[in-house]
């Protein structure tokens, strides 16, 4: 069982940046595929990026460019720096760890972009 949790988040302006971080504890990421959803206001939850154990990295094309996802597998964390934000970036961000057919998610943190 892998617990995850989020941290940073917050308010930012339009054209603004964050930091979202993801600690996993009860195993070694390694293996594990790591990235982030985000859930929208009243959307439903979509991939913003993942990290493949092997080194490839798949984000959407609404933060390509934008968002840059790291992890130090030492200290069991996932960063995901966010800019040149957007209102329609706003939206809970929900950690994920993926390996085989098991799925793991944190609680969430809020990110809003907005003047």
């Known amino acids: 069982q892998v617990r995850l949790v989020e941290s940073g988040g917050g308010l930012a302006q339009p054209g603004g940046s964050l930091s979202l971080s993801c600690t996993a504890s009860?195993?070694?990421?390694?293996?594990?595929?790591m990235g982030w959803y985000r859930q929208p206001p009243g959307k439903e939850r979509e991939l913003v990026v993942l990290s493949w154990p092997a080194g490839s990295i798949n984000y959407a094309d609404s933060v390509k460019g934008r968002f840059t996802i790291s992890r130090d597998n030492m200290k069991s964390t996932v960063y995901m720096q966010m800019g040149n934000l957007r209102p329609d970036d706003t939206a809970v961000y929900y950690c994920?760890?993926?390996?085989?057919?098991?799925?793991?998610w944190g609680q969430g943190t809020r990110v809003t972009v907005s003047s």
């Open positions: 994920h760890a993926l390996l085989g057919h098991n799925g793991y």
């Open positions: 009860g195993d070694d990421i390694t293996p594990y595929a």
